[in-house]
Structure formats: C-alpha cells, structure tokens
Nanobody, 126 residues
Framework: DVQLVESGGGSVQAGGSLRLSCAASGHTVSTYCLAWFRQAPGKEREGVALIDVDGSTTYSESVKGRFAISQDNAKNTLYLQMNNLKLEDTARYFC?????????????????????WGQGTQVTVS
C-alpha cells in the first residue's frame, strides 16, 4: 500500500514562500493522480492542486498564479511550491494519491475520491 508523509510546513510572513514535500513509499506513484488539499480549523477541506500522469495540472482559483504543484518520479515525491503567501493560506496541508487517473476529478469534491492520504503539515502565515 502507499504511505505518504508531508514535510516543509512552518510559520512564514505574508508575502513569503514555502515548499512542501510529500514523500511516497510502498509503491511508485509516478502514474497516480496526485493532489494537495488544505483544511483550516472549523472549515471544510478544500482542494488546492492536482497533477496527472501526463504532467497536466489544475489549481483552485484562490492559489492560481501563486502555487505550483510538481513531482519528482526518481524520488517518488510530490511538491507544492507556495509563493506570495497570504493570511488566508493558513491551514493544515495534506497530500493525496489515487491509483486511478485524474480524469474526471475536480478539486471541489474535497478529496473524497482519493484513496491515500498523508498526515498533513501545518502552514501558518502571519
């Protein structure tokens, strides 16, 4: 089975940058649909970004132009580069993976159709 471990979270000033990593083990995820989600206290989990096997990406409107999702197949690792961070980006960030294609998936589902999840990493913007 696939295990996912996020890292790279922390506290940052508004306008700053962070790079989150999601290390996968147990199975290569190079052909998986991979994604980042986030959840703030008292709020619903929301989709941030998707990346498909062909490298195509999808972003939520709130992060488009500021965040970039990518993967390194040699390291079996997913990344989220976050630039120009805003107060509203404060949340716990989770990576997710599913062996099925990204085709037909939408970020607005909140990740209900993803089988594998990491434990999350906290991002606090002040």
């Amino acid at each position: 089975d696939v295990q996912l471990v996020e890292s790279g979270g922390g506290s940052v000033q508004a306008g700053g940058s962070l790079r989150l990593s999601c290390a996968a083990s147990g199975h290569t995820v190079s052909t998986y649909c991979l994604a980042w989600f986030r959840q703030a206290p008292g709020k619903e989990r929301e989709g941030v970004a998707l990346i498909d096997v062909d490298g195509s990406t999808t972003y939520s409107e709130s992060v488009k132009g500021r965040f970039a999702i990518s993967q390194d197949n040699a390291k079996n690792t997913l990344y989220l580069q976050m630039n120009n961070l805003k107060l509203e980006d404060t949340a716990r960030y989770f990576c997710a993976a599913d062996s099925m294609s990204c085709r037909g998936r939408v970020l607005t589902l909140g990740g209900a159709d993803f089988a594998h999840w990491g434990q999350g990493t906290q991002v606090t913007v002040s």
